[in-house]
């Protein structure tokens, strides 16, 4: 059974930091991209961050770059998200995708609330 489960969001404060954990089993975490997304009330879900299993090359999108971190440990099948200078902006609920083009696989976890107060 493929099984992505997010944690590690919550309420904190302008300028604060919050470390979000992608805990992923049921696939071969090396062959997959692990991608984290954000959807805001009202708006369509943005790309925030992915990171490659087999070479840990990454990607990170402009609205985010310099403030968000994405990291994985393979041993764990586990991505991380490390967000910093948190903005109201970037309150959103915050879920992960491992994604197979070659096989056509996508899967999401439940995602994971990040509230940012001003």
């Known amino acids: 059974e493929v099984q992505l489960v997010e944690s590690g969001g919550g309420l904190v404060q302008a300028g604060g930091s919050l470390r979000l954990s992608c805990a992923t089993s049921?696939?071969?975490?090396?062959?997959?991209?692990i991608g984290w997304f954000r959807q805001a009330p009202g708006k369509e879900r943005e790309g925030v961050s992915c990171?490659?299993?087999?070479?840990?090359?990454?990607y990170t999108a402009d609205s985010v770059r310099g403030r968000f971190t994405i990291s994985s440990d393979n041993a764990k099948n586990t991505v991380y998200l490390q967000m910093n200078s948190l903005t109201p902006e970037d309150t959103a609920v915050y879920s992960c995708?491992?994604?197979?083009?070659?096989?056509?696989?996508?899967?999401w976890g439940q995602g994971t609330q990040v509230t940012v107060s001003s």
């Open positions: 990171i490659s299993g087999r070479d840990g090359s990454t």
């Open positions: 049921g696939f071969a975490f090396d062959d997959y991209v």
């Open positions: 995708n491992a994604e197979n083009s070659r096989l056509a696989r996508s899967y």
